[in-house]
């Protein structure tokens, strides 16, 4: 079986090491490189999409998380506080909210801003016993492609189709297969945040941004606060998780006191809209890493192009190709030494390259190089500016095969 950890030790994605901490993997840079493209896709999509980004400290005082009421609901999965002095404490944030709030907080706010949408990939922290961590699917350092939209009611329903919308997006790019979709809703006799009138229009409103998907309705799942939606996959062990989700919140902007001005100059409430595209940077690379059997896309994969000279007559042109891949943007290298040509082949293979080009003396000569795509497939000869664009235009297009 396909095992991320395995498969993560092999191709030096991430590292655990005691020292670190159990469920504190480091990211190596072939781990980096992945998830800085994944990072950069996400940021842009979002931005393209209304979004704004913000960057927050990982860490807070205590009375920020009693306000926003992680202390009194989620403590257990919360670090113990660092004590500074008698009447000052910080905490780990067990998510982004809080601070997201009080971003929303930072300045008055108007009907005209609304819908508000505050983004980031930032780090939060859950206490999670040693026992359940795991490479990256159990972690207590969480990297979240995190947002929260800030709008009116009425503004819900068209808020989540896009945000389901983006998923689809993001999913497609990344190479991520759905295994089912869940609508969360309230149950009988538990008690809830929020009046009878806005759960009834909240649950209606996802139901409408669902449209003709697939999905089951989950009665008594909801959170106290909200309905949610929840794209779950499935990994090769079988166990089905939720990566996607969007999560609508009537206790946070009432915890907050979150008001803007409207239309006809009076205060009101807006709702908070939780969402994330593809959860967690650490979740989604186990994920991935095992759903792609460590072969990345080429537009994420750490190592984009090889080249390897079939002898020492042919490195200098080898070299040269590498360097005008690099300063085309992608991620390349040379490997002239270390076995014959065949090993080498082999080696790249392993390490699961999508490109590699193969420069002997009469592609040096001819100023041509000759492709081999990942997978077996070889293309013929074709001049090097080329087969830098056809690379440059699979990773422009996101496409999952590397000869689209
Ligand atoms: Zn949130």
């Not at 001005?261 to 908070?272: C, E, I, L, N």
Request: glycine share 10%.
């Amino acid at each position: 079986m396909l095992d991320h950890r395995k498969l993560g030790r092999e191709l030096d994605i991430f590292h655990s090491d005691p020292l670190s901490g159990a469920g504190l993997p480091i990211w190596l840079p072939a781990g980096a490189a992945a998830r800085h493209a994944v990072e950069e896709f996400l940021r842009s999509l979002e931005v393209r999409n209304g979004y704004q980004h913000v960057y927050s400290p990982p860490l807070g005082r205590a009375e920020l998380f009693e306000l926003s009421g992680h202390l009194g609901y989620f403590a257990d999965d919360m670090f113990p506080p660092m004590k500074l002095s008698s009447d000052d404490e910080l905490m780990l944030r067990p998510a982004l909210c809080p601070h997201h709030c009080l971003v929303y907080l930072a300045r008055g706010r108007s009907y005209r801003e609304l819908p508000l949408r505050i983004a980031e990939i930032g780090g939060m922290y859950r206490s999670e016993r040693s026992g359940v961590l795991g490479g990256l699917s159990r972690v207590r350092a969480i990297h979240l492609n995190d947002a929260h939209i800030f709008c009116s009611l009425a503004d819900v329903g068209a808020e989540v189709a896009s945000v389901l919308r983006l998923v689809d997006v993001a999913h497609a790019a990344l190479g991520v297969r759905v295994s089912s979709v869940r609508l969360s809703l309230r149950g009988p006799g538990e008690k809830y945040v929020g009046s009878e009138e806005s759960w009834a229009q909240a649950e209606s409103l996802l139901r409408a941004a669902l449209g003709s998907r697939s999905y089951v309705e989950a009665p008594g799942e909801a959170a106290f606060y909200g309905p949610k939606i929840d794209i779950q996959v499935r990994d090769v062990r079988g166990r089905e998780w939720s990566l996607s989700t969007v999560q609508l919140d009537f206790d946070k902007p009432a915890r907050f006191d979150l008001s803007y001005v409207d239309a006809g100059g009076a205060r009101a409430r807006p709702v908070m809209v939780h969402r994330s595209l593809v959860g967690s940077m650490e979740r989604l690379f186990g994920y991935l890493i095992e759903e792609h059997g460590g072969a990345f896309p080429a537009w994420y994969a750490p190592l984009q192009l090889r080249v390897l000279p079939v002898s020492a007559a042919s490195a200098g042109a080898a070299a040269a190709f590498a360097a005008s891949a690099v300063e085309a943007g992608l991620r390349a290298d040379v490997v002239a030494e270390g076995g014959s040509l065949g090993a080498r082949v082999r080696d790249a293979a392993a390490a699961k390259v999508p490109y590699v080009a193969v420069i002997g003396d009469r592609e040096a000569a001819a100023g041509a190089v000759a492709l081999r795509v990942r997978g077996g497939r070889e293309l013929p000869a074709m001049p090097m500016p080329d087969a830098i664009r056809l690379i440059d235009e699979a990773v422009a297009a996101r496409s999952i095969d590397p000869v689209p």
